[in-house]
């Protein structure tokens, strides 16, 4: 069997430009000599296409996409992805459907039986489950077809059962000589990994081979990541899709183990999901251009070079915004970094701006006390100057805070944390520093003074980071147990950390719920990032003891 995965970038609710892409790649397939052309799952409508499956009108228009594409097809099978209404009078109205088509008319429509409802996921809450799984013949071999998590059934993998049903075991009985997955399966550090192991022990559990097309690109927070493979019923990987491009190739069932696709270290892995992602959240909001604040520290250096990399650097504006806080040296790092990159350079000094507000506010209390008011008030300063820039020009601002400091709520609200996007809120700042370092590996881009200087807001005398926060080595630590492997206070104390310490930082992370929930949208790259994965509540009263 000849099968022609097209790893496609479709775009949520582009119902127009999703079937073109998907045209296209039949058209290529046809070309190329394939018996079958396989694209993503939900490709017609985009994943997550979220609540626009509530509105009918978006509803009728993706079947009438889905019919249009059935009816152009030759000899030649497609499989796409697309919604489709439920016969059943009861339950849930519509199914994520496998759509395999020929000669013109659908010859299987396979509903996914295995719905996500963790994490990123909500499919529960708009499909119905399939019941029943069935078995195409495509070029005299026996195909089964499958929607991304009906691979994810593995409990040997997991050590836990999410689900009572098996669809793989249950297609495999009716004679499957492969298995075809369409999937829009989300990125996170370490997910590709995972995904080779489980699929290749699938194969070799069932003596079959899998081909498994991934959607790449993004779509809001998610980030796919493609990396699409073939297995052999070996489990062997014999082909392999590149991660975080588009990417179309003719694949047989037969053929020599590939090279590791595993060969990502995390920075590359992190900082490729990064500028993929931008740049498909820039040009899927409609904006061209983006704007940031250059301090001269890591974050916004690495912000900056991260859009540079997405958007060309005709499409990014840095500004400096030096206070009297702020070091010469500073201001020379941001220059630098913009005379690196080749962006434009604004500097707008804020101490004649700042200075009305501290006169306003010793009148207002009575005092001339330097506070913590004072500090937030220079960022928000700051982020009137970038949202002003953006309403005059179009174009995006981007934040550029982490996500060690999102999770101690040191950022300041209207403030740092204006923007359009936050691209590094699902980063630790250790992290940050190895991407900047990966961003320099062929030239120096990020100023060494600016990985290796302590990390400051400059909002005061003196400031580092270090006053307020544990070293970033140590708060990450605790953080990463806390927020992404759910540990409690016990757990992380005996994996090496101060009692004390921990209760500390577990205390700011609750307690600034509230501010996260006003951020900017960031990007997910680990596998528990603040947004729509993590549900907390902000008004509660659970406390430690």
Known sequence: MKIYIAQLNPTVGALAANAELIRRAYAEGVGAGADVVLVPELAVTGYPPLDLLDREIFVDAALRTR???AAMTGETTLIFGCITRSASW????????AIAARNGKVILEQHKSLLPTYDVFDEMRYFEPGRSVGVVEIAGVKAGIAICEDFWFDDEIFGIKIYCRNPIDEVARQGAQVIL???????NSGKRRSRYELFSRIATRYDVPLVYVNQVGGNDELLFDGSSIVIDAKGQTIFCAPAFEEHNALVQLQ?????SVLSLEKDEEIGSALILGLRDYIRKCG???VVIGLSGGIDSAVTAAIAVEALGAD?????????????????DDGRALAENLGIAFHVVPIAPIYQPYETAFNTLFGNETFDLTNENAQARIRGNILMAWSNRTGAMVVSTGNKSEMAVGYCT????????????????KTMVYRVARWLNRNRVVIPESSITKAPSAELRPNQTDQDSLPPYEVLDGILKLYIEEWLEVDAIVAAGFDRELVLRVLKLVDANEFKRRQAAPTLRVSNKAFGSGRQMPIAQRWRRE
């Open 255 to 259: 053929g020599s183990p590939c090279e």
């Open 413 to 428: 609200l209207y403030g740092d944390m204006a923007g359009g996007l936050a691209l590094l809120g699902d980063v630790y």
């Open 90 to 97: 009861c339950g849930k109205p519509l199914h994520n459907a």
């Open 181 to 187: 997955n369409i999937s829009a399966s989300p990125f």
């Open 67 to 69: 019919d249009e594409l």
């Open 287 to 289: 904006f061209k251009d």
């Open 315 to 331: 499409h990014v504006t840095g500004i400096a915004m030096p206070s009297q806080f702020s070091s010469q040296g500073s201001i």
